[in-house]
């Protein structure tokens, strides 16, 4: 059974750093590529970041360009997303996403999510 | 960016009856299109792929169509489990974008 275990949410003063895990199992996690999507409260989703499955290849949404690093440890199994100058409108529960093994990119599969809140 | 329209924003409908949500693409996006259900507190789940293709494990009155800039979702026979809100994605480019979503209530 494929699972995605997300923590290291909280809550964080706007301008301060915070990074995400991603606990995944299930499947070989070196075949896939990954991603991290979030959804505002009371909002919809947005993707955030997807890295292939070597982590030779990152892309990123505009508005967390040069603040976000999303990164993958293979040997772990594990996904991350470095936060770094958080603002209020990162405020989300950010949910850790399996892209399919194609050459497109939607998502298969999900975690349960994890909130961060950038408040003061 | 490729935007994602979807319609309606909420929806009433009544056990057993069909409804149909709609999303429109600014672009075309090659049938590069999913559907996602997200139950209240829950995370997403994939219903739809490449607009038309059930992914495993998903009931069959569940079902996609469409082409270019126009997709749409049908769920026929609703049953209560059907109790959700649903986004479209597309997935011709990056950066990956979704519809605004359609809460779906029973009448």
């Known amino acids: 059974e494929v699972q995605l275990v997300e923590s290291g949410g909280g809550l964080v003063q706007p301008g301060r750093s915070m990074k995400l895990s991603c606990a995944a199992s299930g499947f070989t996690f070196n075949n896939y590529d990954m991603a991290w999507v979030c959804q505002a409260p009371k909002k919809g989703l947005e993707w955030v970041a997807t890295?292939?499955?070597?982590?030779?290849?990152?892309y990123y949404r505009d508005s967390v360009k040069g603040r976000f690093t999303i990164s993958r440890d293979n040997a772990k199994s594990t996904l991350y997303l470095q936060m770094d100058s958080l603002r209020s409108e990162d405020t989300a529960t950010y949910y850790c996403a399996r892209h399919p093994l194609t050459t497109r990119v939607y998502f298969d599969y999900w975690g349960q999510g994890v909130m961060v809140t950038v408040s003061s | 960016d490729i935007q994602m329209t979807q319609s309606p924003s909420f929806l009433s409908a009544s056990l057993g009856n069909s409804i149909t949500i709609t999303c429109h693409a600014s672009?075309?996006?090659?049938?590069?299109l999913a559907w996602y259900q997200q139950k209240s507190g829950n995370a997403p789940e994939l219903l739809i792929y490449?607009?038309?293709s059930l992914q495993s494990g998903v009931p069959s009155r569940f079902s996609g169509s469409g082409s270019g800039t126009d997709y749409i979702l049908t769920i026929s026979n609703l049953q209560p489990e059907d109790i959700a809100t649903y986004y479209c994605?597309?997935?011709?480019?990056?950066?990956?974008?979704f519809g605004a979503g359609t809460k779906l209530e029973l009448k």
């Open positions: 890295i292939s499955y070597d982590g030779s290849s990152t």
């Open positions: 490449k607009a038309s």
């Open positions: 994605q597309h997935y011709q480019s990056f950066p990956l974008t």
């Open positions: 672009q075309n996006i090659k049938g590069w």
